[in-house]
């Protein structure tokens, strides 16, 4: 089955502490890409990439690092997260040809204290 | 002012009614995205536009090009359809950037 799964799905974690969120699909996709989505904001763009070892910010990367070693994993990486990053994290993927038809992942909602 | 905006932000309807959701943008595009996003939290692709009409089933999306304008419509909604609508656009700085709307919520009710 097509999908794109992140784990872990739900994390409540303390200031500070580094933390990683995984994405992995299985279709092979070229591009991926990680959203927040934030009440009253919407969906926002973090990073995202258009293939292995190529990445770039979109429009809210402060505080977070990927990186795209594999074809099928892009991670998430906050290093020292703070209670602004509490929100619920998209990963989606698509082949660059359609780049438009983007398959998500279930959301990881994330919580900092 | 956001850069895409979404009209309503609300919407409660009954079964079998028409249903038209707006989104205007402010900056030149390449194209502009409909999403879904389940009352469980996931999200889907439902069309891309760079001009004139799709149709999915009982989806239409409809876009403007000099308006900065487009719509979606469902016509004999059904409570199935209760969701958020998510309107996104790719702009000149390239088909891989999103932005997004704040999304519109449609209620149907039986």
């Known amino acids: 089955e097509a999908q794109v799964t992140q784990n872990p799905r739900y994390l409540i974690t303390v200031t500070g502490k580094k933390l990683t969120v995984t994405c992995s699909q299985n279709?092979?996709?070229?591009?991926m890409s990680w959203y927040r989505q934030d009440p009253g904001l919407g969906l926002r763009q973090i990073y995202y990439s258009m293939n292995v070892e190529v990445t770039d910010k979109g429009d809210v990367p402060e505080g977070y690092k990927v990186s795209r070693k594999e074809k099928r994993n892009f991670p998430l990486i906050l290093e020292s997260p703070s209670p602004n990053q509490t929100s619920l994290y998209f990963c989606a993927s698509s082949s660059t040809a359609l780049i438009w038809r983007q398959y998500f992942g279930p959301g990881t909602r994330l919580t900092v204290t | 002012k956001n850069e895409v905006e979404q009209s309503p932000q609300n919407l409660t309807a009954q079964e079998g009614e028409f249903i038209t959701i707006n989104c205007s943008y402010s900056?030149?595009?390449?194209?502009l995205h409909w999403l879904q996003q389940h009352p469980g939290g996931g999200i889907v692709s439902l069309f891309m536009?760079?001009?004139g009409k799709k149709k999915h089933g009982r989806l239409i999306a409809t876009i403007n090009i000099q308006e900065k304008h487009s719509s979606l419509h469902i016509t004999a909604s059904h409570p199935r359809d209760s969701a958020v609508y998510i309107c996104?656009?790719?702009?000149?700085?390239?088909?891989?950037?999103?932005?997004f709307g704040q999304g519109t919520r449609l209620t149907i009710n039986p």
């Open positions: 536009l760079s001009s």
């Open positions: 279709m092979n996709h070229e591009y």
């Open positions: 900056v030149g595009i390449s194209a």
């Open positions: 996104a656009v790719t702009g000149s700085r390239g088909a891989q950037k999103l932005v």
